[in-house]
């Protein structure tokens, strides 16, 4: 009966455990709690591929800006 006063320990949860939430849906990367991770439109993206898509982003309304500059410049004419 003695040994298992010892075998308490064995119900603490290691700190380093942490739980599984989410994967990345772009690239398959396992988020755990406490980890950043981001949704979208129900798309579940990691830090890294965030930061892809929010450059996408930034370049897709570039390009609309430049071309609604160029139709006005037209328009102007
Ligand atoms: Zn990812």
Redesign the pocket.
């Given at each position: 009966m003695l040994k298992n006063l010892n075998n308490g320990l064995h119900l603490e949860i290691p700190k380093n455990k942490k739980t599984y939430m989410h994967k990345?849906d772009?690239?398959d990367?396992e988020i755990f709690e406490g980890d950043n991770c981001y949704k979208i439109d129900g798309i579940i993206?990691?830090p890294?591929?965030m930061d892809t898509h929010l450059q996408i982003i930034a370049e897709t309304i570039d390009i609309d800006a430049f071309l609604t500059d160029l139709e006005n410049k037209e328009v102007g004419d």
């Open positions: 990345c772009i690239c990367k993206y990691c890294k591929c």
